[in-house]
């Protein structure tokens, strides 16, 4: 998805100040699209982070849980 619409955004006429000249809804709309992907960019990048943090916390969750039984003892 990103390449097509790549096409569009680096096109300098996307621009929503100089959309915003011709029609305020269609500035809205190119903002809104380069916000998306601006969003879709950020997310596949921390996305992979985000879970390799839960498997982390996962991990020692139980490596904390063995501990304690070892303690317990």
Request: charged share 35%; proline share 4%; aromatic share 8%.
């Amino acid at each position: 998805m990103r390449r097509e619409v790549k096409v569009y955004i680096d096109d300098p006429d996307f621009d929503p100040d100089k959309i915003r000249t011709k029609s305020a809804a269609a500035a809205g709309l190119s903002a809104w699209v380069i916000n998306i992907v601006s969003f879709y960019e950020v997310y596949c990048e921390v996305e992979p982070k985000r879970l390799a943090l839960e498997k982390a916390n996962a991990e020692l969750k139980a490596a904390r849980d063995k501990l304690d039984i070892v303690n317990r003892q």
